[in-house]
């Protein structure tokens, strides 16, 4: 596609229940990024891929948290046993090469009951 | 560890007036800075960016921003505001400290004024 895809733009869940977001990159991008903005907030960073190297997790804020990339494709952020504080947006980044601009995607708003 | 501090949460400022956002950074390795701009109901989008080179840095709608390693700052600034311009601002930082993850700022929502 001509940008990042992600997937669903809206998520309203209850709590206890898991989530899985998916974020399609820009062809050929190598980095891919996921952020959580809560409301009024700025970027947390969450977790970061580069290629096949293992992935940075330091920003992932419990085990609940857990993400995926299968080589330079598709990543999917799961969250198990959503909580209320889980409620943000989700925003997922790709770029080119590691020091290079990022690509943001449109975000996955996630809404817990 | 890097971080980004953005000293301002919002900035009110009248038409045609000069605006700086101020950001300044912690890093104990070389970085690369960006401003990223987010407009209303939209997605992030760069506006600049310094990897190298000349520390003053310009985009192509007037904002312009300086490296500056001594203050480990990288302030943004636009000499005359425009109603268009009312957006929040990311300031980010990357640099090789095992990975090259992005750190952003909190932001700073700038709102021009009539």
């Known amino acids: 596609g001509a940008g990042v895809s992600q997937s669903p733009s809206n998520k309203v869940t209850e709590k206890g229940k898991d989530v899985e977001l998916r974020c399609d990159p820009i062809s050929g991008h190598t980095a891919l990024y996921w952020y959580r903005q809560r409301l009024g907030q700025g970027l947390e960073f969450l977790i970061y891929?580069?290629?096949?190297?293992?992935?940075?997790k330091s920003g992932l804020p419990s085990d609940r948290f857990s993400a995926e990339r299968t080589g330079e494709s598709v990543s999917t952020l799961t969250i198990q046993r959503t909580q209320q504080e889980d409620s943000a947006v989700y925003l997922c980044?790709?770029?080119?090469?590691?020091?290079?601009?990022?690509?943001f995607g449109e975000g996955s708003r996630l809404t817990v009951l | 560890a890097q971080s980004v501090t953005q000293l301002d949460s919002q900035v009110p400022v009248f038409e045609e007036a000069p605006v700086e956002l101020r950001c300044n950074y912690s890093s104990s390795v070389s970085v690369y800075l960006f401003w990223y701009v987010q407009y209303p109901n939209q997605g992030l989008q760069l506006l600049l960016k310094?990897?190298?080179?000349?520390?003053l840095v310009e985009s192509i709608n007037g904002f312009e921003a300086e490296f500056n390693k001594s203050q480990t700052s990288f302030h943004l600034r636009k000499p005359s505001v425009h109603i268009s311009d009312t957006a929040e601002y990311f300031c980010a930082v990357t640099g090789f400290s095992g990975t090259y993850k992005y750190i952003f700022g909190t932001g700073t929502r700038l709102k021009v004024l009539a």
């Open positions: 980044a790709s770029s080119f090469r590691q020091t290079g601009e990022l690509f």
């Open positions: 310094y990897l190298s080179g000349s520390t």
């Open positions: 891929f580069q290629g096949n190297s293992a992935p940075d």
